[in-house]
Nanobody, 121 residues
Framework: VQLQASGGGLVQAGGSLRLSCAAS????????VGWFRQAPGKEREFVSA????????YYEDSVRGRFTISKDSAKNTVYLQMNSLKPDDAAVYYC???????????????WGQGTLVTVSS
């Protein structure tokens, strides 16, 4: 499966962006789609994930209440709505898919190419 991430850009602190992750095929109900981010000089870190076959969602503590993950099953697409963005949110955001939930990159089998989010203060 191929994942295509999009929606990144430049936004002022306090602004919003919506990222999209489109899969090239139907995502099975057992699948998990997650978002990670990687800032320069830092390790890739977990942001959020959603179980495809349910409404269960997961968030990293620093984004909880500001970011919302959602899905469109008909489009095989996952969205990450990011509100109240902070300079610390700036990073390359990657979407990933796997068969089990996890907060480490190794838990996911397929990765998108990343989309850059820049937040100006």
């Amino acid at each position: 499966v191929q994942l295509q991430a999009s929606g990144g850009g430049l936004v002022q602190a306090g602004g919003s962006l919506r990222l999209s992750c489109a899969a090239s095929r139907r995502i099975y109900s057992s699948g998990v789609v997650g978002w990670f981010r990687q800032a320069p000089g830092k390790e890739r870190e977990f942001v959020s994930a959603i179980r495809w076959g349910s409404t269960i969602k997961y968030y990293e503590d620093s984004v909880r209440g500001r970011f919302t993950i959602s899905k469109d099953s008909a489009k095989n697409t996952v969205y990450l709505q990011m509100n109240s963005l902070k300079p610390d949110d700036a990073a390359v955001y990657y979407c990933a898919m796997g068969s089990h939930y996890g907060t480490t990159p190794s838990a996911y089998d397929y990765w998108g190419q990343g989309t850059l989010v820049t937040v100006s203060s």
